[in-house]
């Protein structure tokens, strides 16, 4: 999967197309992009407005920003693909993980599987339509299980969690601190491979950049029980060595005593 700046792609495109000043219509967008579907057009246009690549004046009406975003929000083109495959399903879900962190990291590896969390109950509806396209998919309890078995040149890896809750998500992209906290799961409970040590350097450069809200990271890690977890890490500078030292003897204890 190579790494693609998806909407900053289609914006180069609008702005070339239409000269970059004045309002134009989604009439003028469909011309220029025939291929997409409807609703995939109109999603496009969405996060391009969240981005801030374009501001909407009214219904069916955009202008062009005199500015672009710091950071507008990229994923991979693989990231993109499922995006466009499960619109059209109509069912919730969300992409998370390193499709949103990306930008975090200083070298972003050419593959790897993509983290889905889909509407509960959906699966048998929602998973076909990727497995049509070429994707090895994977319940995220069998990570580390059944991951190894499929080579990295099929088409895609999809690592899956069904979910009921979709508060953390918006235009089926995770927020930051969600895509976090969702990445840490993966890498720490079930056997996703990225090292933890790249998982940390992620960690510093969304603080390090401000784009993490630390309370908030809490409260979305306190809906996969991951609480105590997060706010450890956030909170990691305050913690005393002989706090730390506290709690290393206390956890050898608690093993030792479970071994009498």
């Known amino acids: 999967m190579k ?23 989604m009439e003028d967008v469909r011309k220029l992009f025939p291929e997409l579907q409807k609703s995939t057009l109109y999603w496009y246009m969405s996060k391009l407005v969240d981005a801030g690549f374009i501001r909407r004046i009214r219904n069916g009406v955009f202008a062009f920003n005199d500015w672009r975003a710091k950071n507008p929000l990229t994923i991979s083109a693989a990231g993109e693909e499922i995006t ?9 879900f969300y ?35 990727l497995r049509d396209r070429g994707y090895s998919i994977i319940p995220g309890a069998k990570t580390s299980e059944l991951l190894e078995l499929i080579p990295e040149s099929s088409t895609g890896r ?15 992209i995770a927020t930051i601190e969600k895509a976090f906290v ?5 890498v720490t ?54 706090a730390r030292q506290f709690v290393d003897i206390l956890q050898r204890e608690e093993i030792d005593g479970n071994n009498r």
């Open 3 to 25: 790494n693609a700046v998806v909407l900053a792609d289609k914006y180069e495109k609008l702005h070339s197309e239409l000269d970059g000043s004045g309002t134009f219509y």
């Open 84 to 92: 466009e495959l499960l619109i059209e399903t109509g069912f919730d």
């Open 95 to 129: 992409i998370s993980g390193l499709d949103v962190l990306q930008r975090f990291m200083q070298h972003v590896p050419e593959s790897y599987p993509n983290l889905l969390f889909i509407q509960k109950g959906t699966a048998e509806e929602v998973l076909p339509v």
């Open 158 to 172: 999809i690592i899956y969690y069904e979910t009921e809750n979709f508060d953390d998500s918006k235009d089926e």
């Open 182 to 186: 969702d990445l840490y799961y993966a």
């Open 189 to 242: 409970r079930d056997g996703y491979p990225l090292s933890l040590q790249e998982l940390v350097r992620i960690y510093e450069n969304m603080v390090r950049l401000g784009a993490v809200d630390k309370k908030k990271l809490i409260a979305v890690a306190a809906r996969r029980s991951l609480q105590h977890d997060i706010r450890y890490i956030t909170e990691s500078k305050y913690i005393t060595s002989e």
